[in-house]
């Protein structure tokens, strides 16, 4: 698909950003992708935005992946959008039966109309031939935009209740210890959903408040009709650049300090912790497992170890993979193959995955699933959909859920803490 390229500047890319964010809110279908310049190896753009479906696809799990590569074949051309986590219903023989407050359709993806790459304080505008027309008006229709003051919107305070109450989590991660003791799994995500019924929110502020006070460097803010996620993650999933795959899984979680000098000690800690490391390094055996399926034999390496990385929120114990395929490696296939990825199921996998879908009392959806896009060159970048709002405005619904990695050496009282620290920066920017 040919589309028409120009270059702009901007003086203050932050305030573009916003306004930008602002301008794409109208649009039925936005992708709006955002590192909040945070220092990293691995990365394209600052930001990314993509607006109004050309063309898309929507569907279930069944045949998910196989639709989905015969999409991007077709098109040829800049992709965004997500995988659920229930996709793991398409690579093995699973099934998602838990209560489902938000219905989000399974996969969608669309070939966007308007296309913006932000970098180093250039924005290249990647329009459609046949509405190439549009896009000196719409360069100065942006630049002209009135950023909303903070106290403009009426949004009420959110009431969030718990789907799963004190009591019996702490039950149900004593009947996971007791499938880790028996030897049926290694370790498992389990995780637990806050939400709120009968609630408007204002998705954009909501999104701009959660950003605000994480920066993180994946953050997402995506409308698909009714549906949005407000994501604040701060963890790749996969990334493809020409012939090397890189993964980056975080396991491994403590809170921040209020002096630099308590903070250090914090990362300390966490670098040195036996428990959080043995999280990490056991979903990095999985990581490695998994992309050793579409790797160039005795390609797959470790880059990284348990390396703690600082957010606003929390500190975080971050491993990177790296792997080589050959050039005729198709980018959907890496993706099924190490799909749903292994920071959000536990080891073995499947086994982790049945635990996790009886225990818990919520179906997944978009959270731990991933959302990205691909090139039309077949590069492509997604991350993980954790510290993220969903909310269907049609269903007057608000959802976030949270986990933490349950291992043999877990305690109920610490693994509840952990959530509740996750959870803080969903609440504070919904209550």
Not at 57 to 68: P, R
Not at 208 to 220: D, V
């Amino acid at each position: 698909m040919v589309r028409t390229v120009k270059q702009f500047n901007t003086n203050n890319i932050e305030v573009f950003k916003n306004k930008l964010l602002q301008w794409a809110a109208q649009f039925n279908e936005v992708v709006w992708l955002d590192s909040n310049q945070y220092r990293q190896s691995h990365s394209s753009y600052e930001a990314v935005l993509a607006v109004e479906a050309f063309t898309s696809l929507k569907t279930d799990t069944q045949n998910a992946f196989y639709d989905l590569k015969e999409y991007q074949s077709i098109t040829n051309d800049w992709l965004f959008g997500y995988l659920t986590y229930d996709l793991k219903n398409t690579v093995e023989e699973l099934t998602s039966d838990n209560y489902d407050g938000l219905e989000f359709p399974d996969l969608f993806f669309f070939q966007p109309q308007k296309l913006f790459l932000l970098k180093q304080g250039t924005v290249e505008m990647h329009y459609l031939k046949m509405i190439d027309d549009e896009m000196e008006n719409d360069w100065e229709t942006i630049q002209h935009i009135e950023i909303p003051s903070k106290e403009s919107s009426n949004q009420q305070d959110v009431k969030i209740k718990l789907r799963i109450h004190k009591d019996e989590y702490y039950d149900k991660v004593k009947e996971m210890l007791h499938h880790i003791h028996r030897g049926d799994i290694y370790e498992a995500n389990f995780c637990q959903e806050f939400y709120a019924e009968d609630t408007e929110i204002d998705p954009l502020k909501t999104f701009l408040n959660l950003n605000a006070i994480s920066k993180p460097p994946f953050a997402t803010f995506l409308k698909h009709d009714c549906r949005y996620l407000l994501s604040a993650s701060p963890e790749r999933y996969i990334r493809r650049e020409e012939n090397t795959i890189i993964s980056q899984p975080i396991k491994g979680t403590a809170k921040r300090a209020l002096t630099p000098a308590k903070d250090k000690l914090l990362v300390e800690k966490l670098k040195n912790d036996p428990k959080e490391r043995s999280e990490n390094v056991m979903i990095v055996d999985l990581v490695r497992n998994d992309l050793s399926r579409i790797a160039v034999k005795g390609s797959v390496k470790v880059e990284e170890l348990c390396q703690v990385y600082t957010f606003l929120q929390v500190h975080q114990l971050i491993s990177t993979i790296r792997a080589e395929v050959t050039p005729e490696t198709n980018s959907v296939d890496i993706i099924k193959a190490a799909f749903p990825m292994g920071s959000m199921t536990g080891a073995p996998k499947v086994s982790a995955m049945k635990i996790i879908e009886k225990l818990e009392e919520t179906k997944r959806g978009l959270y731990s699933g991933a959302v990205g896009y691909f090139a039309p060159n077949g590069n492509f970048d997604f991350n993980v959909i954790i510290r993220s709002i969903l909310y269907n405005y049609k269903k007057r619904y608000v959802s976030f859920s949270v986990g933490s990695a349950i291992t043999a050496q877990s305690i109920p009282e610490n693994e509840y803490e952990e959530c509740l620290i996750k959870a803080k920066a969903m609440r504070q920017v919904l209550e």
